[in-house]
């Protein structure tokens, strides 16, 4: 089992930055792959950023490009979401997704709501 929580979410201003962390607790050693997605209210879910068990970036959605980074610490558990010059288009509510033993696990997502 893996547990999976999200964290640092909030209300800024456009051109603002947020960095949101996943934590990951439970089997660990599990975890391969790890990813970030936002769900804006009534739309459909979309994956922001993808990361290797290695730490390696591997995808970006083209509307946060060159804003976003993801970043990994094995170490510790966590993959983080440094997010800059943020805009309006990107309130949303992120959910951090970690794959293990064939299996998706998710956090309860954490709010972005950014004001211009």
């Known amino acids: 089992q893996v547990e999976v929580a999200e964290s640092g979410g909030g209300s800024v201003q456009a051109g603002e930055s947020l960095r949101l962390s996943c934590l990951v607790s439970g089997k660990t050693w599990t975890v391969g792959g790890m990813a970030w997605y936002r769900r804006e209210s009534g739309k459909e879910r979309e994956l922001v950023a993808r990361i290797t068990r290695g730490g390696v970036p591997r995808e970006y959605a083209d509307s946060v490009k060159g804003r976003f980074k993801i970043s990994r610490d094995n170490d510790k558990n966590r993959v983080d979401l440094q997010m800059d010059n943020l805009r309006p288009e990107d309130s949303a509510v992120y959910y951090c997704?970690?794959?293990?033993?064939?299996?998706?696990?998710w956090g309860q997502g954490t709010q972005v709501t950014v004001s211009t």
């Open positions: 997704d970690a794959s293990a033993s064939g299996l998706a696990y």
